[in-house]
């Protein structure tokens, strides 16, 4: 008994080991009456002036709370699919973690048959009120533990007895504490049609959500939590007049009998866990958690993961991100949480960021953090020149956005060489595709924006190197790198003369295209490109390029400024 009691917290251990030396008829009595031992650390909480005046109560007396349990009222109030019946696939469940919820109405639980039954996690009913302790919940708290499952407590609210203060500290005094050790779920609130009177216990929308405010805030007061909220969309919605201000602070627990979890409250994006039936294969009701286990350890073990604390600092659900639309997961050597406006990435490597918009829907496209990309390094961005924006990611990679180009990945060499020429900034200007295969299968490019049309190609032999322009037009209608000039082996560059421009190129022996205002753009290569150059290129006598080589009788030619060069029978002439 020792050795697993100095896991168990010590408001709930000392009350286990005076009741197990007591007969089973003294037990529950003593399980009841002893959590007061655990107050006296923490009266002066309950000695504090409540932020909300208490209610008037409407309901009449508490008959049955053995009785009051998760989802109890659910029947009588809403359209619900018969026990053990409500048509969930068991396909909507596999690689999640199923669990239950009991109370005193489950005297007595086999918690080791319910693990082997596949249950992972259990909510105790702990409170009631401000003037009940379940009989059980020593027993159940402690049993669930001691079976390997991961364990909360819950109370059952009753807005018009007591302020949300004052049944927050009797909850948080007499079982309701939290624990970082990875086996205590968040403290959680009850909150359902009420089993003694008025469905919304006599309180206007603004007065409930206000009570439900004051509860939970005491009971992060009290424990770092903000306290999971369970109950339904029908009695949240009209019960609150659909308030919206919980989702980004309290996790959802949601009570609907169906095949699926169906509308979410207010609020709410997405719940952590659905209990899909008061009857099955467990004790008590049938739940289910929205993620895998390492979620679910993560949800009982950790206030606020990175993540979580970056949504926080944008605003929550007040921000550009808006509500949760899942719960974070893995994905890449990283984690992802996604929501109705764009993402969050955490990696150990990378930090915290979000993706959102075009750019977010594109780097989803190209497989997001498990793609080529990796995980973002950067938020997105406004460029410099105000126009794009832009996101870059682990992989030496970027996603560029303008109105006018949709979003566009680069990565690589090609990156790298156009992030050396400015990037946006630059001749180049945005991307107009993703990095793409040539279609000989050798080389990589990205078309940009810059002057008449822009390129950045790139292959093992050459490297990363820039066309545009003048230039890149002729090279294109000469068919790119599968045409007579090859690829190119220069970023185009300023002529010697000062007045032109060219790119060199792989083709033949040699290419080149070169420009000038007064000739335009022109192709050389091979045997008559190397006999211009012997002649010093444009500097030379013969001057600029005129034409592209051309068929004559017998051999080629080009002709320039002034003269022109022709190749027959392997020789050069120059006229």
Request: with cysteine.
């Amino acid at each position: 008994m020792r050795s697993s009691l100095r896991r168990i917290p010590r408001a709930v251990a000392g009350v286990a080991v005076l009741a197990a030396g007591l007969s089973a008829t003294a037990a529950p009595a003593l399980a009841t009456a002893a959590p007061a031992l655990a107050t006296s650390a923490a009266a002066h909480y309950q000695a504090s002036t409540s932020p909300t005046p208490a209610p008037t109560p409407v309901s009449g007396p508490i008959t049955h709370p053995d009785s009051d349990r998760m989802g109890s009222t659910i029947r009588a109030n809403e359209t619900a699919a018969p026990p053990g019946a409500s048509g969930v696939s068991p396909n909507a469940l596999a690689n999640q973690p199923q669990g239950l919820d009991v109370s005193a109405y489950q005297p007595s639980i086999d918690w080791n048959a319910a693990a082997a039954n596949g249950a992972r996690f259990a909510y105790v009913k702990a409170t009631e009120g401000t003037g009940y302790i379940s009989p059980q919940y020593v027993n159940q708290y402690t049993g669930s533990y001691n079976a390997g499952l991961i364990r909360g407590a819950y109370h059952f609210g009753l807005p018009d007895r007591t302020t949300g203060a004052d049944q927050a500290n009797y909850f948080v005094n007499n079982g309701g504490a939290w624990s970082g050790d990875g086996f205590t779920l968040p403290p959680m609130l009850d909150i359902e049609y009420n089993p003694y009177g008025p469905t919304c216990y006599g309180l206007t929308g603004t007065q409930m959500a206000n009570w439900i405010r004051d509860f939970s805030n005491t009971v992060n007061a009290r424990t770092g939590r903000y306290p999971t909220i369970y109950s339904t969309r029908g009695w949240w919605n009209q019960c609150t007049a659909s308030d919206t201000t919980f989702g980004d602070t309290n996790p959802l627990f949601l009570a609907n009998y169906a095949a699926t979890p169906g509308t979410m409250p207010a609020g709410w994006g997405y719940q952590s866990i659905w209990q899909y039936s008061d009857a099955g294969t467990f004790p008590g009701d049938q739940d289910v958690f929205n993620g895998d286990m390492t979620a679910l350890r993560t949800f009982a073990g950790n206030t606020q993961t990175p993540i979580d604390q970056r949504y926080s600092a944008l605003g929550g659900v007040n921000s550009f991100l808006g509500a949760p639309t899942d719960s974070e997961h893995a994905a890449g050597g990283g984690t992802v949480r996604d929501y109705q406006g764009g993402s969050l990435y955490n990696s150990a490597a990378t930090g915290t960021h979000e993706v959102h918009g075009a750019i977010r829907d594109h780097y989803n496209a190209l497989g997001g953090p498990a793609g080529f990309l990796g995980y973002p390094t950067t938020d997105e961005n406004t460029t410099p020149d105000g126009v794009g924006r832009y996101n870059h990611f682990a992989n030496t990679g970027s996603i560029y956005y303008t109105p006018n180009t949709g979003a566009q990945s680069v990565h690589g060499a090609v990156r790298d060489h156009w992030a050396a020429l400015g990037f946006e900034t630059g001749p180049q200007g945005y991307p107009t595709t993703d990095e793409s295969g040539t279609p000989d299968g050798v080389g990589r490019y990205n078309h940009f924006t810059g002057g008449d049309g822009a390129s950045i190609y790139w292959t093992p032999r050459t490297g990363a190197q820039s066309v545009h322009g003048a230039v890149r037009s002729k090279w294109a209608a000469l068919g790119f790198e599968t045409g007579p000039m090859g690829y190119p082996t220069t970023d185009e560059s300023p002529s010697a003369d000062g007045v032109g421009r060219y790119n060199g190129f792989t083709g033949g022996d040699g290419a080149a295209i070169y420009w000038s205002p007064a000739t335009g753009a022109q192709s050389v290569h091979g045997a008559i490109r190397a006999r211009w150059a012997s002649m010093g290129y444009e500097n030379g006598a013969l001057g600029y390029p005129t034409s592209d080589e051309f068929a004559i009788p017998g051999g080629r030619r080009n002709n320039f400024a002034h003269g022109f060069i022709t190749f027959s029978n392997g020789t050069t002439q120059v006229g």
